[in-house]
Nanobody, 120 residues
């Protein structure tokens, strides 16, 4: 499975962005998908996860209530809707697949990352 993330950009605090992750390969629909983010010099941080069915989602406390993860298995796509963005959300965001926890090391497939910059 190959993943490609897109949708990053520069926004003002309070605005919204939607990140997309497109996957190649027929197995995508059987994998959990997660979004992580990383600030230079810091460890990669869990943001959100959705199970293979799309029914169950998990969020980091820092984004719960503002971000929404979803997927469309028919299109081999996953999304991260980010609302009420804050400057501390600034990071490179990565989509990942085939894992079952909040630990980045548990995921087998990664996209290349997309930069989100939020200014105050």
């Amino acid at each position: 499975v190959q993943l490609q993330a897109s949708g990053g950009g520069s926004v003002q605090a309070g605005e919204s962005l939607r990140l997309s992750c497109v996957a190649s390969g027929r197995s995508f629909s059987s994998y959990n998908v997660a979004w992580f983010r990383q600030v230079r010099g810091k460890e990669r941080e869990f943001v959100a996860r959705v199970t293979w069915s799309g029914i169950t989602t998990y969020y980091a406390d820092s984004v719960r209530g503002r971000f929404t993860i979803s997927r469309d298995n028919a299109k081999n796509m996953a999304y991260l809707q980010m609302n009420s963005l804050k400057p501390e959300d600034t990071a490179v965001y990565y989509c990942a697949a085939r894992g079952s926890s909040t630990a980045s090391g548990q995921y087998d497939y990664w996209g290349q990352g997309t930069l989100v910059t939020v200014s105050s």
